[in-house]
């Protein structure tokens, strides 16, 4: 029977799938053209690979910082990666923009006896597309001077009378979100992180409303505010008005962050620098102040004009580098953001007092006296060291005066003017950013992704103290401080290496008294003479006087007061040090010191 069942293979396992051509291709002797299709050969390189230590590395790219003085070496490398990602990322954005080398849509004219600032408003809606014709518009409104704020993404619009006329509305579709009447004074709108809330200016106080008109919060700690601005990255509400205070208030939290009194009386003119969050302000003694959360003075007092400041506005396109700045005196002047060093342009507006306003692709328009100007790079960004005016770009005239705001639309050719009259909506071709990041302002975004940048905007807030005139600091490693003393002249040592007396002479509360017995141990000879002592003199004389009662009394009756006591001691100290002296000059063989004829009136 056993033999029956072994001829019969009933001892094999039982093959779960049948014999197919694979498995013949595996049997296949090595040497056959057949077995190149063999799987098994591949199947190693195929689901191995190298460990990360030893996968060829390609080197770091240029601008990675080296972290070599961490002693920690796990910090060192997430350092090192951190640096070496920021360097990538900056080359593909520049790598990004390399690709966008079409032209900005700026006019261009045939011959040098035609110029740009000759083409009117009607030629440029007849030229332009019908989806950009529908910009040019004409509000006729009652309650004026306006002023205007578009959102991030330039899809909606705020406009404020002076006498209480407030209203939000889709400016695309024509859809109204809201309208009051406070019939009180309102000097200045804006929207907060979006269009379904938006802060007034009025008479006395600021008034938080959302997108159908309800009054939300009365910010009563904002008195008589005059400019408002908002910080999308921080969420931060920034006012400014007649008291002279300036103040941070936290939409996310409601508290107020911070208030700074600028002790330069009442501010009407305010800006923010896009690149950095610092707060520009305009004085009426024609100075220019640069202010930070984590700072009580400003960080930079420029003094920019012989009269009171009327516009500030910084250049985005640049990184804020730039700023334009307006007086009463009727000058224009652009400034170096990195230097302060001198303006770069001046010129004389025509009509006194300008509103400035930067686009996005570095175009700058001038409302004065009853037209606006618009200038383009790189004329405006050229050093030129007299008060030329550079060359025009556009103009268009607006009779209704006076004008008191002039706003560019986002990602649009639309300059929007406010006026007695209303406001005006012009044309300018080339100054709104044709590509937008969808995820930083979408002008298409819907419901649902409104809802999802907010929740993601309130998890990434950048915190006040972050906000300084460098943002390149966050995430690099401080310094260390560095003090030069008397000790060492030509080396600078940390505060915290030095020695005690050094650092109590450092912050003033040295006690000079204390070296007595230093001294002693230091001179042996007679007259002050120092002589070097050996290592067992040193030894000896190291913990003498350290036990004393009379030291220990001494420095317990240490104080930055003249105590009766106290000098009683260090005077019985000097005797007792004299004595010695002597007794040790004795000890040597030189004799007795000889007595003087006064010696007898010395105290003993």
């Known amino acids: 029977m056993n033999s029956l069942f072994a001829k019969a293979d009933a001892i094999k396992p039982l093959k779960k799938r049948r014999k197919t051509d694979r498995d013949d291709n595996r049997q296949k002797p090595s040497g056959s053209k057949e077995s190149l299709h063999d799987l098994t050969l591949t199947s190693v390189a195929r689901n191995t690979g190298l460990p990360k230590s030893l996968r060829p590395t390609s080197p770091p790219p240029e601008g990675t910082h080296a972290y070599s003085h961490v002693k920690d070496k796990k910090l060192r490398t997430q350092l090192t990666r951190e640096s070496a990602q920021a360097a990538w990322a900056k080359r593909l954005v520049k790598d990004a923009e390399l690709l966008l080398s079409e032209e900005k849509g700026l006019m261009e004219v045939e011959g040098a006896m035609e110029k740009t600032w000759r083409v009117g408003q009607d030629d440029i809606t007849t030229s332009a597309g019908q989806e950009a014709a529908r910009g040019r518009k004409e509000w006729r409104l009652d309650g004026g001077p306006y002023r205007s704020r578009y959102t991030r993404n330039g899809r909606h619009l705020a406009i404020v009378g002076k006498s209480g006329h407030v209203a939000t509305f889709d400016w695309q579709t024509g859809t109204m979100h809201a309208e009051l009447q406070l019939k009180e004074t309102c000097r200045d709108i804006t929207f907060l992180h979006d269009h379904s809330h938006f802060a007034v200016a009025q008479k006395k106080y600021v008034y938080i409303y959302d997108r159908d008109g309800v009054e939300l919060h009365c910010l009563k700690s904002h008195i008589e505010p005059t400019r408002l601005e908002f910080l999308p990255y921080h969420w931060l509400l920034v006012s400014v008005g007649n008291p002279g205070y300036l103040k941070y208030q936290d939409t996310s939290t409601g508290s107020l962050v911070v208030e700074h009194r600028t002790k330069l009386g009442a501010c009407t003119t305010m800006t923010q ?332």
């Open 273 to 604: 620098n896009q690149h950095n969050a610092v707060i520009h302000l305009g004085h009426q003694n024609g100075t220019v102040t640069l202010w930070t959360p984590n700072l009580p003075h400003p960080a930079v007092r420029l003094l920019a004009h012989l009269g009171p400041v009327a516009g500030v506005s910084v250049d985005g396109s640049t990184g804020g580098r730039y700023m334009a700045t307006s007086g009463k005196d009727g000058v224009v002047k652009i400034w170096d953001c990195r230097n302060w060093n001198g303006a770069v342009r001046t010129w004389n507006a025509r009509g006194g007092s300008a509103e400035l306003e930067w686009s996005q692709r570095g175009a700058l328009a001038v409302g004065t006296g009853g037209s606006v100007n618009v200038y383009v790079k790189p004329a405006i960004q050229t050093p030129f060291a007299g008060t030329v005016l550079p060359p025009l770009y556009m103009t268009h005239p607006v009779p209704h005066r006076p004008l008191t705001s002039v706003r560019f639309c986002p990602f649009q050719d639309i300059l929007t003017i406010g006026h007695n009259d209303g406001l005006s909506s012009i044309l300018v071709p080339g100054a709104g950013e044709p590509n937008f990041d969808s995820s930083e302002a979408d002008p298409f975004e819907n419901k649902r992704a409104r809802r999802e940048r907010e929740v993601k905007g309130l998890l990434d807030k950048i915190q006040p103290d972050m906000i300084s005139l460098d943002p390149e600091f966050v995430g690099s490693l401080a310094p260390e401080p560095k003090l030069t003393t008397a000790i060492n002249d030509t080396h600078d040592i940390p505060f915290a290496r030095l020695p005690r007396m050094e650092r109590l002479r450092v912050i003033g509360k040295a006690d000079e008294t204390e070296d007595a017995d230093e001294q002693d141990v230091a001179d042996d000879g007679i007259g002050g003479k120092s002589k070097p002592m050996t290592k067992a003199e040193k030894e000896k004389k190291k913990m003498r006087g350290k036990n004393k009662s009379l030291k220990r009394y001494l420095r317990k009756q240490r104080k930055n007061v003249v105590d009766p006591t106290a000098v009683a001691v260090r005077e019985r100290l000097a005797r007792q040090r004299d004595e010695r002296e002597r007794a040790k000059a004795v000890s040597k063989g030189e004799g007795a010191p000889k007595s003087a004829a006064l010696d007898r009136f010395k105290k003993r």
